[in-house]
Nanobody, 118 residues
Framework: EVQLVESGGGLVQPGGSLRLSCAASGFTFSVYAMTWVRQPPGKGLEWVATISRAGSTNYANYADSVKARFTISRDNAKNTVYLQMNSLKAEDTAVYYC?????????WGQGTQVTVSS
């Protein structure tokens, strides 16, 4: 059974940092690109970042809104993908989900809430 379990969310002040984790199981983690998406309150899903599968040369891509502030990484030995978020802004407030696509199926975690507020 495929499982994606996010953790690391919480309440942080503007300018602060958080690191999200997504622990994967039930599939061969290293051969899939992994993605973080988010859903701000009252809005639709937004793509945040994608990291290529192990060994790919096109390693990481970011939405313009998070570029230079967020870093996606993966540890294939731990079957975990991370999202390091720095210089957080109020507009980063959202539920963050990790996701991967194995055609024709989409797999999602349950999400972790990030709230940026003073």
């Amino acid at each position: 059974e495929v499982q994606l379990v996010e953790s690391g969310g919480g309440l942080v002040q503007p300018g602060g940092s958080l690191r999200l984790s997504c622990a994967a199981s039930g599939f061969t983690f290293s051969v899939y690109a992994m993605t973080w998406v988010r859903q701000p309150p009252g809005k639709g899903l937004e793509w945040v970042a994608t990291i290529s599968r192990a060994g790919s040369t096109n390693y990481a891509n970011y939405a313009d809104s998070v570029k230079a502030r967020f870093t996606i990484s993966r540890d294939n030995a731990k079957n975990t993908v991370y999202l390091q978020m720095n210089s957080l802004k109020a507009e980063d407030t959202a539920v963050y989900y990790c996701y991967y696509y194995d055609p024709p199926y989409n797999y999602w975690g349950q999400g972790t809430q990030v709230t940026v507020s003073s």
